[in-house]
Nanobody, 121 residues
Framework: QVQLVESGGGLVQAGGSLRLSCAASGSIFSINAMGWYRQASGKQRELVAAITSGGSTNYADSVKGRFTISRDNAANTVYLQMNSLKPEDTAVYYC???????????????WGQGTLVTVSS
């Protein structure tokens, strides 16, 4: 069974940086796209950034120039480097994988358990 395991959340002051990591565990052949979503209290979940297996990236306007997504295809891991953090970046951040092909089954979409990022002013 394939799972996404996130790490790297925490408390940081405004202007600081954090790096999130998400590793897909299990017998995986490939993952099409990986990304990060976030959900602030009382708000809907929104896309933060995504990256394809070929390296094409997509960012929410609110994080462009501050956040960088990257991935290690061999390790089935995606990262989110977050710089110049703002209080409005406070949210639970969820890792997402689309099109995961494993030895037994293809998973159209997988989600991690979420990691809390809190930015204090």
């Amino acid at each position: 069974q394939v799972q996404l395991v996130e790490s790297g959340g925490g408390l940081v002051q405004a202007g600081g940086s954090l790096r999130l990591s998400c590793a897909a565990s299990g017998s995986i052949f490939s993952i099409n796209a990986m990304g990060w979503y976030r959900q602030a209290s009382g708000k809907q979940r929104e896309l933060v950034a995504a990256i394809t297996s070929g390296g094409s990236t997509n960012y929410a306007d609110s994080v462009k120039g501050r956040f960088t997504i990257s991935r290690d295809n061999a390790a089935n891991t995606v990262y989110l480097q977050m710089n110049s953090l703002k209080p409005e970046d406070t949210a639970v951040y969820y890792c997402n994988a689309q099109g995961t092909i494993s030895t037994r089954v293809t998973y159209p979409q997988l989600w991690g358990q979420g990691t809390l990022v809190t930015v204090s002013s």
